[in-house]
């Protein structure tokens, strides 16, 4: 079964990698088309992040392809997808920490807000304008993830729910068509967690496709269009959350690990 | 009230610090510290940029001095360039320099930049000391005078050798001040700060890091080179010992002990360690050990740095 066509956005094809003689993903393909939530599932280990690292260029896969807009963008560098529209937080958190909280998603705003260095150095005025127009922006997406009143205070002493926001901010700012979100309501308390999940449904309803790695089966099966399971690091099964959700390889696979597909009938 | 920011306050202080010193001067001697202390600072500032900034971290940064410093004595016997636009050619090569040794460095993750460094300073001391023909090697050479002393004279403002040297550094570090500062606060400053707190999400949200990593280096070996030119001007006479690795690990020592993320604390070490040897002569015996002293002991109990450590203990009680 393939859903990959002329709409797709993200094509991941037969990708792996190994670490030593751990592989650590193997031969994994799936697709992402606009405006769709897919989720990455799978029990500790199962190479999740790993597979994130290698989509989004931190790690050269040894196998397969990743395209973007149908262009082949495998090992590219992150900072370039970044322009091709591709943003992601980060399972163990990736804050600039002694940065203030405001600071930390202006910098999502990089790419639009750089200009030459000889401007930035003599605050000319447009070094002040493009900073000033991201400054605003941040100030927005701060409040969008409620986080406005804490702009000024400094990103490292904010709890670890709060910082799992400040990345989801930061990554939005770069206006993404693609979003990867590893683990993003972990930490977080229910309140908190039921507000990410309608930021994320938010964020793809504005036509940003989405690919999450998440915990909490309550969340994934709630506002997944479709569901990638993974065991170590080998595809087992694929499709809507309710298929999914009743295919016996995956609650094997996770009976055999935490039985935590359970939480899904909940 | 209106609360002025960061860079406002630091501008004032240091304004008002060159400004009203001079008036606690004992004798006209202090004119000459007070300027070697704003020439230290100022090379210290580009410390503050490329370590303070985007925690890298160069062991050979005095090499740069010594081309600025040289720049001024050659260029002008040699070309009959005029030893201010000496200044800016000794900047020029700095930074060329920085660029060809930084570059490829620079892609590698690690701290590759302090072993290159400390090769490239060392290469440029030793081309300084045994290139006898053209830089008379390890004695010195005399450098031409600037000539603005002379200009300004003629215009009724009449200084002093020291006075001169004194307000013409002052100004150099105000304005050396003023630049670090604009780029703190700006799209390419806070790039190189994020880029020094996690390289990975600085790479995802767009930043290529070796780029920037570049651009720092680059800057921070302009304002050594600068610093060195101003050092050799005012002395009229300069020897191969300001490129030497004393120098770069002096350079390091000032910012990391004033606190190397900040450009006020970083001028404040350069204060410090430049006065020591002043009031105390036994300093200028032993200053390896000292400087490595210090170090150690910043590194164990201040890791900010002394003038961000006594400011948080201040602000503390004050809440
Ligand atoms: N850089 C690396 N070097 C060696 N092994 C790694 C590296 N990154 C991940 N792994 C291994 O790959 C496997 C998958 O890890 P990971 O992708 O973090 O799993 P998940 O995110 O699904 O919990 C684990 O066995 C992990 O130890
Ligand atoms: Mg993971």
Redesign the pocket.
Known sequence: MTREDKATLLSVDGLGIA??G?K??NDVSFAVKPGEIVSII??????????F?MISGI?QPSMGRVKLSGEDVTGVEPHLLARRGMSRTF?NLQIFQSMTVLENAVTGYHLSEKGPILADLLSLPGSRRRARAAEEGARKLLARVGLDRAAEREAGNLSYGSLKRLEIARALALNPKILLL?EPAAGCNAVETEEIDHLIAEVAASGVAILL?EHDMKMVMRISNHIVV?DH?EKIAEGDPATVSQNPAVIAAYLGADAEVSHADG | MMKISPKTATLLVLTALVAITPFFFPSGYYYRVGALIFVNGLAVTGIVILTGYAGQISLGHAGFAGIGGYACALAPVHWGIHPALAVVLGAAISAGLAYLVGRPILRLKGYYLGVATLGFGILVSMVLNNERDLTRGPDGIEVPELGLRAVLKDWGLNLSNGEFWYYFCGLFLIVGAWIALNLHSSPAGRALRALHGSEVAARTVGIDVPRMKLQAFVISAVYASVSGSLLALQNKFITPDVAGFMHSIEMVTMAVLGGVGSVLGAIFGAGILTLLPQVLTVFAEYEQMVLGLVMVLVMIFLREGLLPSILRRLRGRGE
């Open positions: 670490f030593g751990l650590a993903v799978g029990p500790n280990g199962a190479g999740k992040t790993t597979l690292n790690y399972q590893d790695v993974l690091g």
